[in-house]
């Protein structure tokens, strides 16, 4: 069967609710699916013993913190913003961990207060920052291993002169001088791959660590492995469960792991529709309600989004387009049964990290609706309207006002 919004649906066992959407885009998050993939991590916790910690930043929907936010230890957050929002919607029951490149010393007092753990990104956000988290957060280091996986280094934190962690050569220094004893330092924070698929570099990553820093390593409390591993993909979970029996046999610290796209992205689905199609030199283009804006990492990193029920096979090929005047505004060429008509509504899978989270209006596109699914039922939990358009580009009122009395 080629690819149309009859095709089935992997993730629903019917396609029912695809026609009851009221509207489209819409971005749809599979609630069961989510928690399949909270079901590995927590038989990955009960062996081993690690912490779980979603990384938000994949997709901070509310309703997604509530769900997954009792299937795991915590969250991790990247800005004062992320740790405001999961602790408001938490009520303040998360615990929160965070590590950024870009720590303000203006944000650090209220971080310190939100997080229970703070790793700086440098040696030299370690020496100007921790006094302003002191006796509140525990204070860790992100360290760059230098050892790399990836070729390409738009993904790789890893990478030559990268700005992710502190270098690891540097690190040793630090610690072979005592200044990083004298920092107050109890962990430090990992995050090193993307996309992988097998824990092998994770092993060969913590083998690396344990040679340089053996000593270090025997006095630290955490280690945060941080994320890009995939998973629901990976067949060597017993490489991942023995490396974690390694840290804590070894090294007896505790260890995180703070997953982002294993939690969320197989679960998100984009519905869109045909708005219109022509012939362009000999091509059938087909023009959706939605746009690489949508989807940025699409156009980032020039990937072809997933199409629901693509058959390769297919007799009819056509060129998916989004909505905005950019020319490069294209989701790639796809095969179906039969040409799309205006009105067909299609869905691109496994979107849910990294989608909505980077999505934008422009062009003045509105951003795609936000809904759940559980079962086969749909629950509409978002619509944009011009009026938060508006409010992001027309100047604030009350300021317009205060101008106008002179204040
Ligand atoms: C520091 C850190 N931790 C965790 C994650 C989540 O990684 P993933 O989505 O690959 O699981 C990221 C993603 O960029 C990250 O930068």
């Known amino acids: 069967m080629g690819t149309s919004w009859k095709s089935a649906s992997v993730h629903c066992g019917s396609d029912s609710w695809i026609d009851s959407l009221p509207s489209t885009p819409a971005f749809v998050f599979d609630k069961d699916r989510i928690n399949a993939n909270l079901a590995r991590f927590k038989q990955i916790r009960s062996i081993s013993g690690c912490h779980v910690l979603y990384s938000i930043k994949a997709c901070p929907a509310e309703a997604l913190l509530r769900e997954i936010a009792n299937q795991v230890d915590g969250f991790s957050v990247s800005s004062l913003f992320e740790a405001r929002l999961a602790n408001e919607v938490t009520n303040g029951t998360a615990k929160l961990h965070t590590t950024t490149p870009g720590f303000r010393r203006e944000e650090m007092s209220e971080l310190g207060t939100l997080c229970e753990t703070v790793s700086f990104n440098s040696l030299n956000q370690l020496q100007r920052l921790p006094f302003?988290?002191?006796?509140?957060?525990?204070?860790?280091?992100?360290?760059?291993p230098q050892l790399s996986f990836l070729e390409d280094r738009r993904y790789d934190p890893c990478c030559h002169y990268s700005k992710l962690g502190a270098p690891l050569s540097e690190v040793v220094e630090s610690w072979s001088n005592g200044s990083l004893l004298r920092s107050g330092l109890s962990g430090l924070h990992l995050h090193t791959n993307f996309g992988a698929t097998s824990f092998a570099p994770l092993e060969s990553t913590v083998n690396h660590l344990e040679a340089q820093l053996p000593e270090l390593m025997k006095q630290i409390d955490w280690i945060n492995l941080g994320g890009g591993y995939l998973f629901q993909k990976a067949n060597d979970l017993d490489r991942l469960l023995a490396t974690l029996q390694q840290i804590r046999d070894g090294w007896q610290a505790e260890v995180y792991l703070e997953p982002g796209s294993s939690i969320v992205d197989d679960a998100g689905m984009l519905v869109t529709t045909v708005i219109d199609r022509f012939e362009s030199d000999g091509k059938s283009i087909a023009v959706l309600d939605t746009s690489v804006n949508h989807l940025p990492e699409v156009f980032e990193y020039q990937t072809k989004p997933r199409l629901h029920g693509e058959n390769q096979q297919a007799p009819v090929a056509m060129t998916l387009v989004g909505s905005t005047c950019l020319s490069g505004d294209l989701f790639g060429d796809y095969r179906f049964d039969r040409p799309l008509q205006i009105n067909d509504r299609i869905m691109f899978h496994q979107v849910g990290?990294?989608?909505?989270?980077?999505?934008?209006?422009?062009?003045?596109?509105?951003?795609?609706?936000?809904?759940?699914?559980?079962?086969?039922?749909?629950?509409?939990?978002?619509?944009?309207?011009?009026?938060?358009?508006?409010q992001q580009w027309c100047e604030d009122d009350s300021e317009q006002q205060r101008q106008r009395v002179g204040l």
């Open 353 to 390: 990290a990294y989608s909505l989270v980077k999505a934008s209006r422009f062009n003045g596109l509105n951003l795609p609706s936000l809904c759940y699914l559980q079962g086969n039922r749909l629950t509409h939990v978002r619509r944009y309207h011009y009026e938060e358009y508006r």
């Open 132 to 144: 302003l988290i002191a006796g509140r957060a525990n204070i860790g280091l992100r360290v760059n």
